[in-house]
């Protein structure tokens, strides 16, 4: 599995977009990019998946360059209710895989 | 929108004393899981579960943990002898076979505390 680094914690404030990166050096060809969002004593969230350039949702992007070393989830314009942890997991897309989490990132939304 | 939920929301016990937390898999979802979150910790996997059997665990899932698929609908994780270490969250899982993959659908968690 493909080893990820996000930053430990980031601040914003409310309307602002939040642009979190991750680095994932050693992804491998049959890897996706997976984001998840948890909040304060809640189970985790699917947010977003990605495999090259970009995606979409009514949620965020996800932006992938070309080498794809590194991704980056933009959540438009947050509120205070996007103050979570966000986890950005790479691995083979397969039915049925364990999720492998990271310490991901916390996201704090002030107003 | 169907749910993971999962009972009880909040288990005390005694060290040494056998829980079961209870889960209720979304209906048409074929594949479950167990993961944990110790207090300020990352979520660690435990075990996945497929067609009544495990499909893999972690190292986590010694001897004292076991998972059961009783009925149709609910999916339990035992832990036969707990420990203080075995304090934390524990979160079910479940994902089905059609939409995005590695979409895994998480439950509220049950918070254990042994004292």
């Known amino acids: 599995l493909a080893k990820t680094t996000q930053p430990i914690s980031m601040d914003s404030y409310e309307g602002q977009e939040v642009n979190i990166t991750c680095s994932h050096n050693n992804i491998a060809t049959n890897d996706y990019i997976t984001w998840y969002q948890q909040f304060p004593s809640q189970g985790p969230r699917f947010i977003i998946q990605g495999y090259k350039t970009k995606v979409t949702n009514e949620v965020a992007s996800l932006f992938i360059p070309a080498d794809r070393k590194s991704s980056t989830l933009s959540l438009p314009r947050v509120s205070l209710s996007d103050t979570a942890v966000y986890y950005c997991?790479?691995?083979?897309?397969?039915?049925?895989?364990?999720?492998?989490f990271g310490a991901g990132t916390i996201l704090r939304v002030k107003s | 929108e169907p749910e993971v939920t999962q009972t009880p929301s909040h288990q005390v016990t005694q060290m040494g004393q056998e829980v079961i937390l209870r889960c209720v898999p979304i209906?048409?979802?074929?594949?479950f899981y167990w993961y944990r979150q110790i207090l300020g910790q990352k979520v660690e996997f435990l075990v996945s579960f497929y067609n009544n059997e495990i499909s893999e665990k972690s190292e986590i899932f010694d001897d004292q943990f076991s998972v059961e698929r009783p009925d149709g609908s609910n999916f339990t994780l035992k832990i036969r002898s707990t420990k203080l270490e075995d304090s934390a969250m524990y979160f079910c899982a479940s994902s089905g076979t059609s939409g995005v993959k590695e979409t895994q659908y998480f439950g509220p968690g049950t918070r254990l505390l042994v004292l």
């Open positions: 997991l790479v691995g083979e897309r397969e039915y049925g895989n364990k999720l492998v």
């Open positions: 209906s048409n979802h074929l594949y």
